[in-house]
Structure formats: structure tokens, C-alpha cells
């Protein structure tokens, strides 16, 4: 029977991440994030009489949208006013990212992709 741990993560907006001097100044989304993970790990015996750790862990998040102005980690030029809605990313397996078969969505670890509405 394999290890599991159910995980509820909240992530707070924090740090700068609009009205920047420049798009790499910026640190955080400025939304907030809820995400549900599971983690799960198991042994397995290998036939030379190693031991192989096996994990598999799924997460799902959803993001509240941010308010934006001028130059931001989203991409937005200066005198930008609007709203950034943090989003799925399209379906592919990136390095560090997950999937949920249960409901099909992809979730990076490394990178967010986003739409941004102006005001």
C-alpha cells in the first residue's frame, strides 16, 4: 500500500509585482492561489535486490485574478490598467509540472500562463 498525504496550500500575494521599473524586477503574482495536491510514494524491489522509490504526486490550483498597472510580471507595458487572470497553462508535460487524469488539467510548477484585460 502506497504512502499518501492529502495537502490543501493556500499561496498570499506577495511581493512587487507591478508598477516595476522592469518586468524582471518582479517577484510573486499579486493573486491569491488554492491548490489541492496529492502526494503519494511507494517501494518497489528491484530483481538485483535494490530498493526503487516510486512518487507520483497531482495537483490542482485555481487563482483569483490580480489588478494590474503599468509594467508587470505579466507582461504589461507602462500605463497599462486592467486585470491579470492567471490560467492553466495548455496541456503538456513541462519539466516540474503535474497532471490530474480526474479532470484533465495541467498544472506547471515553473511557469503560469496568463490573460490580461485591460481596464
Given at each position: 500500500m502506497p504512502a499518501l498525504a492529502l495537502v490543501i496550500d493556500e499561496?498570499?500575494?506577495?511581493?512587487?509585482?507591478q508598477r516595476l521599473g522592469r518586468a524582471s524586477d518582479g517577484f510573486g503574482?499579486?493573486?491569491y492561489t488554492t491548490a489541492?495536491?496529492?502526494?503519494?510514494?511507494?517501494?518497489?524491489?528491484?530483481p538485483n535486490g535494490r530498493i526503487l522509490r516510486?512518487?507520483?504526486?497531482?495537483t490542482y490550483?485555481?487563482?483569483a485574478s490580480a489588478g494590474v498597472h503599468d509594467v508587470s510580471v505579466y507582461g504589461t507595458s507602462s500605463g497599462f490598467r486592467g486585470r491579470a487572470y492567471p490560467a492553466i497553462p495548455s496541456p503538456r508535460m513541462l519539466p516540474g509540472s503535474t497532471a490530474s487524469p480526474a479532470t484533465g488539467c495541467w498544472r506547471s510548477m515553473s511557469s503560469i500562463s496568463t490573460t490580461t484585460i485591460p481596464a
Open positions: 499561496t498570499l500575494p506577495t511581493g512587487r509585482y503574482a499579486g493573486a489541492l495536491s496529492i502526494y503519494s510514494q511507494d517501494y518497489l524491489w528491484m516510486v512518487r507520483l504526486d497531482l490550483a485555481l487563482s
